[in-house]
Protein backbone atom coordinates (compact mmCIF):
# COMPACT_ATOMS: atom_id res chain seq x y z
CA UNK A 1 0.00 0.00 0.00
CA UNK A 2 2.99 2.63 0.84
CA UNK A 3 4.23 1.91 -2.70
CA UNK A 4 0.86 2.67 -4.09
CA UNK A 5 0.53 5.89 -2.30
CA UNK A 6 4.26 7.15 -2.50
CA UNK A 7 3.64 7.05 -6.75
CA UNK A 8 0.42 9.76 -6.04
CA UNK A 9 1.80 12.90 -6.75
CA UNK A 10 -0.68 14.87 -3.95
CA UNK A 11 0.68 12.37 -0.80
CA UNK A 12 3.97 12.11 0.47
CA UNK A 13 4.28 8.96 1.96
CA UNK A 14 6.45 8.36 4.40
CA UNK A 15 7.75 4.94 6.86
CA UNK A 16 9.17 6.00 9.97
CA UNK A 17 10.93 2.27 11.15
CA UNK A 18 10.55 1.93 14.77
CA UNK A 19 13.04 -0.59 17.06
CA UNK A 20 10.03 -1.79 19.42
CA UNK A 21 10.06 -5.04 17.92
CA UNK A 22 13.93 -5.82 18.08
CA UNK A 23 12.99 -8.45 20.64
CA UNK A 24 12.04 -11.12 18.41
CA UNK A 25 15.42 -11.58 16.93
CA UNK A 26 15.28 -9.19 13.93
CA UNK A 27 16.14 -5.79 13.73
CA UNK A 28 15.18 -3.33 11.10
CA UNK A 29 18.45 -2.29 9.92
CA UNK A 30 17.10 1.18 9.21
CA UNK A 31 14.74 1.50 12.06
CA UNK A 32 15.81 4.48 14.64
CA UNK A 33 15.20 4.60 18.29
CA UNK A 34 14.33 8.57 17.92
CA UNK A 35 11.04 6.84 15.81
CA UNK A 36 9.90 4.58 18.64
CA UNK A 37 10.30 7.69 20.57
CA UNK A 38 7.92 10.07 18.40
CA UNK A 39 5.24 7.28 18.15
CA UNK A 40 4.95 6.87 21.80
CA UNK A 41 5.05 10.91 21.50
CA UNK A 42 1.67 10.81 19.07
CA UNK A 43 0.18 8.03 21.66
CA UNK A 44 0.61 10.15 24.74
CA UNK A 45 -0.78 13.16 22.79
CA UNK A 46 -4.01 11.60 22.25
CA UNK A 47 -4.40 9.85 25.63
CA UNK A 48 -3.37 6.01 23.92
CA UNK A 49 -1.29 3.84 26.33
CA UNK A 50 -0.11 1.33 23.36
CA UNK A 51 2.62 1.16 20.49
CA UNK A 52 1.04 -0.57 17.69
CA UNK A 53 2.30 -1.71 14.10
CA UNK A 54 1.14 -0.86 11.06
CA UNK A 55 -0.38 2.42 12.20
CA UNK A 56 -0.89 5.29 9.98
CA UNK A 57 -0.66 9.24 10.44
CA UNK A 58 -2.74 11.19 8.31
CA UNK A 59 -1.21 14.72 8.53
CA UNK A 60 -0.39 14.50 11.98
CA UNK A 61 -3.58 13.15 13.17
CA UNK A 62 -3.06 8.97 14.45
CA UNK A 63 -5.21 6.29 13.08
CA UNK A 64 -6.15 3.45 14.67
CA UNK A 65 -4.97 0.19 13.75
CA UNK A 66 -4.53 -0.06 9.83
CA UNK A 67 -3.40 -2.42 6.55
CA UNK A 68 -7.00 -1.81 5.09
CA UNK A 69 -6.52 0.55 2.03
CA UNK A 70 -10.30 1.79 1.82
CA UNK A 71 -10.23 3.00 5.59
CA UNK A 72 -6.45 4.58 4.71
CA UNK A 73 -8.36 6.68 1.49
CA UNK A 74 -11.09 7.74 3.64
CA UNK A 75 -8.52 9.06 6.07
CA UNK A 76 -6.92 10.71 3.35
CA UNK A 77 -10.13 11.99 1.63
CA UNK A 78 -11.01 13.43 5.06
CA UNK A 79 -8.04 14.90 5.95
CA UNK A 80 -8.01 16.99 2.31
CA UNK A 81 -11.52 18.62 3.21
CA UNK A 82 -10.98 19.20 6.51
CA UNK A 83 -7.39 20.18 7.47
CA UNK A 84 -5.60 20.00 4.65
CA UNK A 85 -1.66 21.56 4.75
CA UNK A 86 -2.54 25.12 5.15
CA UNK A 87 0.78 26.28 4.97
CA UNK A 88 3.41 26.94 1.67
CA UNK A 89 6.66 25.05 1.91
CA UNK A 90 9.06 25.37 -0.96
CA UNK A 91 12.22 23.79 -0.76
CA UNK A 92 14.93 24.29 -3.47
CA UNK A 93 18.98 22.97 -4.09
CA UNK A 94 20.90 25.65 -4.95
CA UNK A 95 24.37 23.63 -5.13
CA UNK A 96 25.78 22.67 -1.90
CA UNK A 97 22.62 24.52 0.07
CA UNK A 98 18.83 23.58 0.29
CA UNK A 99 17.19 26.87 0.49
CA UNK A 100 13.77 26.20 2.55
CA UNK A 101 10.80 29.08 2.27
CA UNK A 102 7.13 28.99 4.86
CA UNK A 103 4.42 31.09 3.92
CA UNK A 104 3.05 33.36 6.02
CA UNK A 105 -0.15 31.51 8.00
CA UNK A 106 -2.32 31.00 11.44
CA UNK A 107 -0.37 29.10 14.37
CA UNK A 108 2.97 28.18 14.75
CA UNK A 109 5.20 24.81 14.53
CA UNK A 110 7.97 23.52 13.78
CA UNK A 111 10.12 23.20 10.16
CA UNK A 112 11.78 19.55 9.81
CA UNK A 113 14.43 18.24 7.15
CA UNK A 114 13.56 14.37 6.55
CA UNK A 115 16.23 12.76 4.42
CA UNK A 116 14.50 9.85 2.90
CA UNK A 117 16.05 6.67 1.26
CA UNK A 118 13.28 6.24 -1.63
CA UNK A 119 13.67 2.62 -2.03
CA UNK A 120 15.14 -0.26 0.12
CA UNK A 121 14.80 -4.13 0.11
CA UNK A 122 15.71 -6.08 3.04
CA UNK A 123 15.12 -9.59 4.18
CA UNK A 124 13.34 -10.68 7.20
CA UNK A 125 15.35 -12.92 9.63
CA UNK A 126 13.03 -13.41 12.40
CA UNK A 127 10.08 -13.24 13.28
CA UNK A 128 6.75 -13.79 11.66
CA UNK A 129 7.76 -12.39 8.20
CA UNK A 130 10.86 -14.65 8.60
CA UNK A 131 12.20 -15.62 5.16
CA UNK A 132 10.10 -12.47 3.50
CA UNK A 133 11.95 -9.94 1.57
CA UNK A 134 10.32 -6.59 1.51
CA UNK A 135 10.68 -3.58 -0.53
CA UNK A 136 10.42 -0.82 1.43
CA UNK A 137 9.65 2.74 0.06
CA UNK A 138 10.54 6.25 1.55
CA UNK A 139 12.19 5.61 4.41
CA UNK A 140 12.65 8.35 6.53
CA UNK A 141 16.26 8.19 7.70
CA UNK A 142 16.62 10.86 10.08
CA UNK A 143 14.77 14.43 11.67
CA UNK A 144 17.01 17.51 11.57
CA UNK A 145 15.04 20.68 13.45
CA UNK A 146 15.78 23.69 10.95
CA UNK A 147 13.74 26.33 12.94
CA UNK A 148 10.58 27.55 14.36
CA UNK A 149 8.05 28.99 12.91
CA UNK A 150 5.93 31.45 14.35
CA UNK A 151 2.96 32.63 11.85
CA UNK A 152 5.15 34.50 9.70
CA UNK A 153 7.09 34.07 6.13
CA UNK A 154 10.18 32.82 7.03
CA UNK A 155 13.35 31.49 4.97
CA UNK A 156 16.06 28.80 6.13
CA UNK A 157 19.44 27.45 4.27
CA UNK A 158 20.69 24.31 5.12
CA UNK A 159 23.65 22.26 4.13
CA UNK A 160 22.78 19.31 1.40
CA UNK A 161 24.25 17.05 3.34
CA UNK A 162 22.00 16.56 5.94
CA UNK A 163 19.58 15.94 3.29
CA UNK A 164 21.64 12.40 2.75
CA UNK A 165 22.37 10.96 6.10
CA UNK A 166 21.87 7.70 6.25
CA UNK A 167 22.32 7.20 2.55
CA UNK A 168 19.57 8.61 1.83
CA UNK A 169 18.82 10.59 -1.84
CA UNK A 170 16.14 12.42 -1.43
CA UNK A 171 13.91 14.66 1.31
CA UNK A 172 11.12 15.99 2.58
CA UNK A 173 10.56 19.13 4.49
CA UNK A 174 8.06 19.43 6.84
CA UNK A 175 5.98 22.15 9.09
CA UNK A 176 4.68 20.23 11.98
CA UNK A 177 2.48 22.13 14.60
CA UNK A 178 2.73 21.47 18.31
CA UNK A 179 6.53 19.92 19.68
CA UNK A 180 8.92 17.02 19.05
CA UNK A 181 7.48 15.75 22.24
CA UNK A 182 4.38 16.57 21.49
CA UNK A 183 3.58 16.46 17.49
CA UNK A 184 0.05 18.00 15.95
CA UNK A 185 -1.01 18.76 12.62
CA UNK A 186 1.36 18.63 9.65
CA UNK A 187 0.63 22.43 8.30
CA UNK A 188 2.61 22.31 5.20
CA UNK A 189 4.87 19.97 3.53
CA UNK A 190 6.82 19.36 0.22
CA UNK A 191 9.40 16.85 -1.58
CA UNK A 192 12.62 17.56 -2.91
CA UNK A 193 12.86 18.87 -6.41
CA UNK A 194 13.75 15.47 -7.33
CA UNK A 195 11.94 13.72 -5.34
Known amino acids: MMGD???QADIIALTLP???????GWKDELAIP??????RAYALSHGERQLFTPQAI???EPSP??????FLDRSLRTARQSWGLIVLVKATDQGDRITIDIGAGRGSGEVWLLPILRRHRTAVGHGENKGQVVDYVNKVRGMHKVGAWMGQAAHFELPRSLARSGHADNYVVMLQSGTLA?????LGATKGPSF
Open 34 to 39: AFTERQ
Open 65 to 70: VRSDQA
Open 5 to 7: YAQ
Open 58 to 60: VNG
Open 182 to 186: HPARI
Open 18 to 24: VTYWDYL
